[in-house]
């Protein structure tokens, strides 16, 4: 009830605003009695608040369509919008969707070939096998710039949980004979703690985990993931799925049969 | 008030189902007095009915991101949701942030080269440029299977909208000098039809309309569409921009430079 009162002063605050805009085009008119709250010039008013929601919305799944690029952070009036999203339950209903997408058509290849020795799964790490919210909660969730430093310090500790759905995916991809390759941009000094926090969290035995090297450094994600998965395909693998959270993950060249574009609107890799 | 009124009444309900319901594994326990409304059984309580939403919202974006494929209706529990969205605000917010992110990148294109001579702009045409929304409100918006004669009685009419964000970019893209192909999975027995339509709906001065021809009629839009591209490039064309509603209008070969993928929760076109 308490958020029903807020709206209902913010409508009325949106009135008493929309009055004293009408009247500077209509200098004629009395001057309403509108009591000036200190905070009136720059309170947003109920419209004002939804059509920014609206706008937020359409940005967000603008982004998982690949429509926005490049961008550098959050806009800053989705701040809120894009924290509301990831601490609440859509987050976890958009990721749960297409962990289930993945795993009905990795469970039909499964159902269809008998030998699945060269069949390859790639996953992403960050924000697809492990999330990172811990660290985006204390950087405005994508509004502060993206600061390597920091992020390598949060990498370091190795405390990144499981993404609860991409576990249960990974797990089921496993066990239906893929070979689980893990494809990070992550640098290969990590190498030992992003070992360590992914077994920590319940990820065991793929086949191989690979970091970006020195020779990689300054490729974009999509030219160096691109390169490993033409290296996989040079090996006789067949990349039948691929998981992650940036188109970055999934587009390029050696493609995946089929892709999974898991959610996330707090940052943008090239 | 009313809304709140039967949202009360729903989880009142929701409380007596549950009850009900846990009844049946405790026998034991006595009977609670539960009246039994004549709907009670197919009520949904409020808790599904969120739940249900959440689903729906995630199927969507999911749809967007191009994670859900084939799918060959909309799933029944998600009819309500597609219909609010597209003949709500989103859907006109998130058409209105693609065309803006086109529009950007158009002219970022345009500031930075003198000659556009071979340089061009792919556009759809139902859900890209004209709206078919009258035809699907009748059609349960995506709910019932595609009707090809009953959908071909409707394109024969010419009566389609224009969607406003698109007209307004299509202008813009033309005004900057962009060769403009309109490619659309109709076949060549509409061509008249279609022509008079646009124009009416205020498209003029593409440089082509390319409609399915006999030949193409059993091919994807991805392969028929691919194959289009393929012969503008061919003739030196440089394919730099493609909006369409469907992943299948974006993705093969051929692809362009940029692709804007407008939103459709009503139908998918392999």
Request: proline share 4%; glycine share 6%.
């Given at each position: 009830m308490a958020r029903h009162g807020s709206l209902l002063a913010l409508v009325l605050m949106g009135v008493m605003l929309a009055v004293a805009g009408a009247e500077e085009h209509a200098a004629e008119l009395p001057r309403p009695l509108v009591i000036q709250l200190p905070s009136s010039t720059t309170e947003k008013t109920a419209a004002d608040e939804a059509e920014a929601e609206a706008r937020c919305a359409s940005w967000r799944v603008a982004v998982e369509a690949n429509n926005v690029l490049p961008w550098s952070a959050v806009p800053a009036e989705c701040a809120a919008h894009v924290r509301r999203y990831v601490t609440g339950p859509a987050y976890r209903s958009d990721l749960e969707l297409v962990a289930r997408e993945a795993s009905a058509y990795a469970r039909s290849l499964a159902a269809s070939a008998s030998d699945r020795a060269a069949d390859a799964w790639v996953f992403d790490v960050d924000e697809t096998l492990l999330s990172n919210l811990p660290y985006y909660a204390d950087h405005g969730y994508g509004l502060e710039l993206f600061d390597h430093r920091e992020f390598d310090r949060w990498v370091e500790k190795g405390e990144a949980p499981a993404i609860p759905s991409s576990l249960k995916l990974y797990k089921e991809v496993r066990d239906l004979g893929f070979k689980t390759f893990l494809l990070t941009g992550r640098s290969e000094g990590h190498q030992g703690v992003t070992v360590d926090n992914l077994k920590k969290q319940g990820f065991h035995d793929w086949d191989r985990l690979i970091l970006r090297a020195a020779a990689d450094r300054t490729k974009t994600a999509t030219a160096y993931k691109s390169e490993k998965r033409k290296e996989m395909e040079a090996e006789g693998y067949k990349i039948l799925g691929n998981s992650g959270d940036q188109w970055s993950d999934l587009l390029?060249?050696?493609?995946?049969a089929r892709s999974f574009k898991l959610p996330n609107p707090m940052y943008y890799i090239p």
């Amino acid at each position: 009830m308490a958020r029903h009162g807020s709206l209902l002063a913010l409508v009325l605050m949106g009135v008493m605003l929309a009055v004293a805009g009408a009247e500077e085009h209509a200098a004629e008119l009395p001057r309403p009695l509108v009591i000036q709250l200190p905070s009136s010039t720059t309170e947003k008013t109920a419209a004002d608040e939804a059509e920014a929601e609206a706008r937020c919305a359409s940005w967000r799944v603008a982004v998982e369509a690949n429509n926005v690029l490049p961008w550098s952070a959050v806009p800053a009036e989705c701040a809120a919008h894009v924290r509301r999203y990831v601490t609440g339950p859509a987050y976890r209903s958009d990721l749960e969707l297409v962990a289930r997408e993945a795993s009905a058509y990795a469970r039909s290849l499964a159902a269809s070939a008998s030998d699945r020795a060269a069949d390859a799964w790639v996953f992403d790490v960050d924000e697809t096998l492990l999330s990172n919210l811990p660290y985006y909660a204390d950087h405005g969730y994508g509004l502060e710039l993206f600061d390597h430093r920091e992020f390598d310090r949060w990498v370091e500790k190795g405390e990144a949980p499981a993404i609860p759905s991409s576990l249960k995916l990974y797990k089921e991809v496993r066990d239906l004979g893929f070979k689980t390759f893990l494809l990070t941009g992550r640098s290969e000094g990590h190498q030992g703690v992003t070992v360590d926090n992914l077994k920590k969290q319940g990820f065991h035995d793929w086949d191989r985990l690979i970091l970006r090297a020195a020779a990689d450094r300054t490729k974009t994600a999509t030219a160096y993931k691109s390169e490993k998965r033409k290296e996989m395909e040079a090996e006789g693998y067949k990349i039948l799925g691929n998981s992650g959270d940036q188109w970055s993950d999934l587009l390029g060249y050696s493609m995946s049969a089929r892709s999974f574009k898991l959610p996330n609107p707090m940052y943008y890799i090239p």
